[in-house]
């Protein structure tokens, strides 16, 4: 199975300040601009979020009891008799109405160039992938393996693995296109929030930023959980000083009951309470860099169950993907 391409995945819902730049004409063609260009790129980041979240996790169940090879793959043990079936969320209407809501923006202004030409081809397939789930969701929900002792399912399994790996080779070029424009967004409204003096903003976003570039950088370096005693230590302390000190101050700043009130922050959404768990994790990571040691999971007498070993960027990848869910919700 593939992984997840985390250094194009955009996960950050861009968060636009409508500011004064004038008259009141100017103003309001500006934020009529403005609104349409939110629009289309947070339903483009929705797509995103839609791919690289819920839609991934969601196939390890089948991943766990057939493999994600060509061929299916039954794991050690299986037991037909003890099968339940449901392995797959089957896709709502809610979630084919987001892709035709992005396939809509597609020919839409303001033109996101390469992106757009990426999702037009992205969003077709991806029905399609979806129709797939709902199709093997339906054989396994009605129990038809028991009738046909795995005969559809194993026709099932092919095209479910083909399709997926069409749709996610499209995925990553469209992760790739639409990068270039996030990062240019993350500048322009990082320096909005500053000049603004929405500094709880600021620096919650800016948290959300800096955590997705150590996960870009073990990416970019081709180096995961197999082998990461190969990635520059040096250059993550450099990453992670500055991710630390940005958490200090938003915690610092969040504390403030008048400056939250003012940014029109109701709630935090536990992303305060989501900070210390990705420090704690970039901790980790920090550690095992340093003293070139992979055993911080395990006991003095080294004994550890598999149940137990989690690798130290899977944490890290799972704490940020919460942090990113709170920030989310933190922000509307």
């Known amino acids: ?11 950050i819902v861009l968060s636009v300040l409508l500011i004064s730049c004038g008259s009141p004409e100017k103003e309001k063609e500006e934020k009529s601009d403005s609104a349409a260009d939110v629009g289309k790129y947070n339903s483009y980041v929705g797509i995103s979020n839609y791919i690289t979240g819920w839609l991934e996790s969601d196939i390890y169940g089948y991943i766990e009891n057939f493999g994600f090879e060509e061929e299916i793959k039954f794991k050690k043990n299986f037991d037909p008799k003890k099968f339940e079936g449901m ?49 093997v969701d339906t054989y396994y929900r009605s129990k038809a393996f028991a009738e046909d002792n795995f005969a559809k ?12 790996n069409e749709y996610r080779d499209l995925a990553d070029k469209f992760f790739i296109d639409f990068s270039e424009i996030e990062k240019k967004r993350q500048q322009v409204d990082l320096e909005k929030l500053k000049k603004a003096d929405y500094l709880v903003r600021y620096y919650a976003k800016s948290i959300v930023i800096k955590a997705k570039e150590i996960q870009s950088d073990f990416a970019l370096a081709k ?25 200090n101050k938003f915690l610092e700043y969040a504390k403030d009951k008048s400056r939250l009130e003012k940014e029109g922050i109701g709630s935090l959404w536990r992303f305060d309470g989501a900070i210390p768990e990705v420090k704690a994790s970039a901790t980790d990571i920090m550690q095992v860099l340093q003293t070139k040691s992979t055993n911080l999971n ?25 942090l990113i869910s709170c920030y989310n919700n933190m922000i509307k």
């Open 1 to 11: 199975m593939k992984k997840l391409l985390s250094v194009f995945s955009v996960l």
């Open 87 to 135: 392995i797959l969320t089957p896709i709502i209407k809610g979630g084919f109405d987001q892709v035709e809501e992005a396939l809509a923006y597609t020919s839409k202004k303001p033109s996101f160039g390469a992106a757009d030409e990426s999702m037009k081809i992205l969003l077709p397939k991806m029905k399609e992938y979806l129709n797939t789930i709902n199709e």
């Open 153 to 164: 399912g194993k026709e099932l399994h092919k095209k479910f693995y083909a399709m997926y």
């Open 223 to 247: 180096v995961n959980d197999s082998n990461i005693l190969d990635f520059d230590a040096n250059k993550y302390k450099e990453r992670y000083d500055s991710l630390t000190e940005d958490m």
């Open 298 to 322: 395990k006991p003095s007498d080294g004994k550890v169950k598999s149940r137990e070993t989690i690798g130290y960027l899977e944490n890290y990848n799972k704490k940020v993907s919460n």
